[in-house]
């Protein structure tokens, strides 16, 4: 119970930003002395920073540790949608694809059920799952699992992903910095998308405004090495 609370609360000030113990108390029909030890806890994980009366999201925090995927996944939800539905509009029919584990990626897929014939080959278990329950077309690589961010990765991975030729690869990464360098701080999920990458006619990052001019410690690529990177609110190509 006190981790199902902890994510839920995580999840709040995820989208507030700050939480307080009152509030928290109510909304989740638990007691003041309950928050305040679920508080304690997250701050312990460095994923919230206690205030008087309640705590605030560690934003710089976030930005350097794996954030779990269905954390991931409530961030910049409008956004990713956007960003989304500008990217299925690129694939044809008849396509073969490459999905990352991103959840910006697996935001892709209720926009692909309107494509005919498309194949879409994936390390991304919960992309998986959707793409099989949409009825789209799908191949998961396989491998070892890195289970915050719930990717397959590893050599297994790297050999399916070589066994294919894609029309499109889309991905997303930690960073993009003004230099167009694309970093990430996982170098297992980053071996795999340079894998993608190198199997595709063409390829993009899906970016959402807050990854802009952010750099981190294991490259990926630079922007010119790809076909475009694609924000909510434009594509650069």
């Known amino acids: ?8 609360i995580l999840e709040i000030a995820i989208k507030e930003k700050s939480v307080t113990v009152k509030d ?61 539905r500008i990217a299925a509009e690129l694939i044809t029919d008849e396509s073969v694809i490459f999905l990352d584990a991103s959840t910006s990626a697996y ?3 209720p926009f692909l059920t309107e494509k005919r014939n498309i194949i879409v080959i994936t390390n991304g278990i919960k992309a998986l799952t959707a793409l099989s329950e949409n009825n789209i077309n799908c191949i998961g690589t396989g491998g070892e699992v890195i289970n915050s961010c719930l990717a397959f990765v590893g050599e297994e991975a790297h050999r399916t992903i070589e066994h294919y030729n894609a029309d499109f690869c889309f991905f997303a990464c930690r960073g993009i910095s003004e230099d167009g360098r694309l970093t990430d ?3 297992p999920e980053n071996l795999v998308r340079l894998k993608m990458l190198g199997h595709s006619n063409q390829s993009f990052m899906l970016c959402t405004s807050d990854k802009m001019n952010k750099v981190y410690y294991h490259n990926l690529c630079s922007a010119d090495d790809i076909s475009g990177v694609i924000k909510a609110e434009e594509k650069d190509i």
Not at 1 to 8: F, I, V
Not at 43 to 63: D, S
């Open 1 to 8: 119970m006190n981790k199902e609370r902890e994510k839920k």
């Open 185 to 187: 701080i996982s170098q």
């Open 107 to 109: 935001f892709m897929i």
């Open 24 to 84: 928290l108390a109510q909304r989740l029909y638990s007691s003041e002395p309950s928050i305040r030890r679920d508080l304690c806890s997250l701050e312990k994980q460095r994923l919230l920073r206690r205030t008087h009366g309640g705590a605030v999201l560690n934003e710089n925090a976030l930005n350097e540790i794996k954030i779990p995927f269905l954390i991931r996944e409530l961030e910049k939800n409008d956004e990713k949608i956007k960003i989304a």
